[in-house]
């Protein structure tokens, strides 16, 4: 049965490839960027996600760029521009699609063995996109986007760039102001952050796993849509330096409940805590472009007062809650939040030749983070309030590298390797089981793109080292009351296969 299921889905991907073979057109450059700009979106793009140098100046420039008058503009005494309207909606409708499969399918803690979870996962559509991103005037630009995610199961916003941005009459100097809610979102190189490559939504632990489980990594990697939103301005001096100095607020509401002593949100448990007060960002980088090679280094700061998710109070608080004779939900009190500083570097090396493309490109983040020893578990026993420290240590640190090697040929066939490891201080009370932070990964990723808007891929994850918090395939037994026959659990039985598709319209 395993063969015909199998070999079913391989009949229907290769239905689909040669459908859109035969009804698709070769394809010049991809909405709505293209549109307005009139180029390939090769001008822009390696491959999509990654930007080109040409394409960093783009977004630097804040989505401005355009070889097509304004349908309607105005301007007035001083000659500065009042109206300007494109002739063009700038919308693009982004699909992808996967099918993942594990290599060991978790058994069903309530069934006995050898009853299981699903190890096949079809997604269809993983995410399903509407954005608009173009030219808003002669000055603005943005990148607003409304997606459905399947594996949320609902709709929401998701990136938004908004920009202004201005340059000195000899272009030495470009300088902006950017508005987006995904730190990071709004750089221009990959080698950290929101595009950082390999650039895939998979069913995965390196991607948010089963049941929103994944491997442990910086928070500078959490704040995304729906958790922070943020102001900017930026420089880019000599199309070599770039500065930027950015800051972060919670993007919910944490207002408490009246009359109570505790603040309150369910939001702050769906989005699994909140920022206390702003979060500065500082972000450097100098690139330098010769022939068809690019090269850069940067450095980038965050730091960040964080309030834990639902379930923690402090210890104040938990005395007066039980006098109030009700049981908290959350907590906002400065003084019970922890505190990270993150530091990273980052590096991206692209040639870019007429018929070879090549890029290295990676991140190290060292993390630190200061735990509030007002912050207890959030427990009771009878109307006595009984709190249990939930960190180890006063301060624990956490280091993520990341490296990725990617090689194309004439955009349409190629590939890529990534290798991913992160270390910490352990901390049982925080991590479960032996306490470690660690794991380490490996993608293996092959690509074919008949159209720069279209992209097939087969990938593949490889897991050494998964901390038995982390993995669905808990490492000890006692997880699995039912099934006894699963036995010999290692980080391995998380390797991932997914076949995926990429398009946009």
Known sequence: MRVLRLGALATTWILAISGLLLVAQTASAIPPFARQTGLACEACHTLPPELTPFGRRFKLNGYTLTTRPPLVNDV???????????????????????????????????APYPAHGQSDTYQFPDQFSLAYAGAVSDHVGAWLQLTYNGQAGGVGVDNIDIRYSDHTFDNKWVWGITANNYLTFQDVWNGIGSYTIPNFNTVSLATGGVGGTGTTGPILNTFGPGVVAGLGAYVFYNDSLYFELSEYHSAFNTGSSAGTPVAESTNLANNGGALDRFAPYARIAYERDWGYHSAEIGASALYANWIPSNGYISKQQQLAADAAGFTPSQTFNPGAVNQYTDLSIDWQYQYNGQHDIFGFLGHVTHERQQNSSQLVAATFTGSTPSGTAIYSNPTDTLTQFLVTAEYFRDRRYGGLVSFTRTTGTYDPL???????????????????????????????????VVANNQSPFNLSNASFPNSPGFSNIKASNNNTWVLGLWMDY
């Open 76 to 110: 007035d005494d001083h000659k500065r521009n009042t109206l300007w309207l494109t002739d063009l909606p700038g919308i693009a409708v982004l699909a992808q699609m996967n099918y993942s499969h594990y290599d060991r399918a978790p058994p069903d803690t309530g």
């Open 430 to 464: 925080a991590y479960g089981g032996n306490g470690s932070p660690a794991n380490q990964y490996e993608t293996f990723e092959l690509d074919y793109v008949p159209w720069l808007n279209v992209r097939f891929l087969l990938q593949y994850d490889a897991y050494q």
